[in-house]
């Protein structure tokens, strides 16, 4: 038995880490199997939607890839969009940069492929329960309880989605956009983005029935953000700024919200005391 | 069996990669602007109920037409919505969706998607 309180502690908090780590991945394997059933349904073959999990990793912009591609969306587009929509990695990446100085950079490099809202948010709460950074618990959210059961689950969606006979009498048809509605409601975290989703809405609608569904998507995901930064930031009440670990929360699969969300530190000034 | 989507994975990759480890293995960046991060923070909400909106609210035809429709899909993604909200679970919403869709379909009150 350890007689090191830093020893007791880091046991203490990888343990914490675990317990929220199996969260994480029960949300992740429900959500990679719906994810590997919609791309499924949306005509993605096995290899496509596995890649998808695989390459991008990216839960949300994957869900929304498949929409995407269902309204014929160009390639140039969705990796426009999907840039716009991934941006907020920067700030998690840039959050995580001190306390990981000391981690060899090739091992950064890797790293990166694998920082997800709830990579982050398993992370930084770890870190700060430490006061140092702990590499290992970095592994562990990120690979143990967010890559592997979001990857399984993707295969385990894409095959029982692909031996669905009729899928629409079953109601399959409608998980996508029940999906794309209630990740965004758990993104509103403010009065600038509830201007911004109804005005993303509208704008993609009006312009999707005077062009195409394609044109309708690009330009209600540009101009609804416009829209809601016409509301000043001083009646945004923004609870969840881009970049925070409650930020993270948000984007990481609903109904997992881990209990200690309650700080809101701007990016960038997260990190361990010099 | 088609792997066109491979390149677009990568391609999104591409995209998203960077953003990932440019902090990481960068840490003196710049931090973006302030108007950069405020319009950021509004893409995900604006982008994911414009995809909602648009599949359950227009449809094309054989030609390519347009039109607006309704239909039991509005209801499913209103109630997961509501379910959602209340819940705080995305999973308890999307089965109340799927339930009701395909329990309107089975009753013969709701046609079959197009």
């Known amino acids: 038995m350890s007689t090191d309180p ?53 839960g949300a912009a994957q869900f929304a890839a498949v929409g995407y591609v269902v309204s014929g969306l160009g390639w140039p587009a969705i990796v426009l969009l999907t840039a716009l929509l991934n941006a907020r990695h920067l700030l998690y990446s840039a959050a995580l940069a001190p306390w990981m100085r000391d981690v060899p950079r090739s091992r950064r490099a890797v790293m990166a492929h694998v920082l997800t809202d709830e990579a982050f948010a398993l992370a930084i709460a770890h870190f700060k329960r430490l006061g140092r950074p702990d590499e290992r618990g970095y592994w562990i959210g990120a690979i143990g309880a967010t890559f592997i059961p979001w990857n399984l689950a993707t295969i385990a969606g894409v095959y029982v989605g692909g031996s669905i006979p009729d899928p629409a009498r079953f109601g399959i048809d409608v998980i996508f956009p029940a999906a794309m509605i209630g990740l965004a409601v758990g993104l509103i975290t403010g009065r600038r983005e509830l201007v911004a989703a109804i005005a993303g809405a509208g704008i993609g609608v009006v312009a999707a029935l005077l062009t195409s569904p394609s044109v309708g998507i690009i330009l209600g995901g540009l101009f609804g953000p416009a829209l809601g930064l016409l509301v000043p930031a001083a009646e ?6 881009l970049g925070t670990p409650a930020s993270a929360d948000r984007y990481a699969m609903p109904g997992t919200h881990l209990s200690d969300r309650s700080d809101a530190t701007p990016a960038g000034r997260d990190g361990p005391e010099p | 069996m088609s792997t066109d989507l491979v390149w677009l994975a990568v391609l999104m990759f591409a995209v998203t990669y960077p953003t990932r480890a440019l902090g990481l293995l960068t840490p003196s960046m710049e ?25 359950v609210m227009v449809v094309t035809d054989d030609s390519g037409a347009t039109s607006f429709h309704i239909g039991i899909e509005w209801v499913a993604v209103l109630a997961c919505m509501v379910v959602t909200a209340w819940r705080h679970n995305l999973l308890y919403g999307l089965a109340v969706a799927v339930v009701i869709v395909a329990g309107a379909r089975a009753l013969g009150i709701a046609a079959m998607p197009v």
Request: glycine share 8%; proline share 5%; net charge neutral.
């Open chain 1, 6 to 58: 830093a020893d007791d502690a880091l046991t203490a908090s990888r343990r914490r880490l675990v317990v929220e780590g199996l969260g994480i991945a029960t949300a992740a394997i429900g959500f990679g199997f719906v994810y590997g059933l919609s791309a499924r349904q949306a005509g993605f073959s096995p290899i496509e939607a596995i890649a998808m999990s695989t390459i991008v990793f990216a």
């Open chain 1, 236 to 241: 945004a009440h923004e609870i969840a700024p």
């Open chain 2, 31 to 55: 931090r973006l602007p302030q108007r950069a991060l405020d319009y950021l923070q509004l893409v995900g909400p604006a982008i994911l109920t414009a995809l909602a909106a648009v599949n």
